[in-house]
């Protein structure tokens, strides 16, 4: 399993590949803007994170980086 960073993961696409990434037993990480609106959108396992991704991306080591 990998630690997966989904950019755009609160929009119709991400959400799709959110589910699909957790089915499939990765880790996920969404980046946004701003906190999601509904409660509950995701599972307690995915982690939100706001900001540039090219700041997360120093911070970290992503083995799989998407932008959906």
């Not at 399993?1 to 990434?21: K, N, S, Y």
């Amino acid at each position: 399993p990998m630690q997966v960073l989904v950019a755009g993961g609160t929009g119709f696409i991400g959400r799709a590949l959110v589910q699909e990434l957790l089915a499939v037993g990765h880790g996920v990480v969404v980046l946004t803007r701003r906190a999601p609106q509904e409660e509950g959108l995701f599972p307690p396992a995915v982690t939100y994170a706001g900001g540039r991704p090219p700041r997360l991306c120093r911070r970290r080591f992503w083995p799989a980086l998407t932008r959906s």
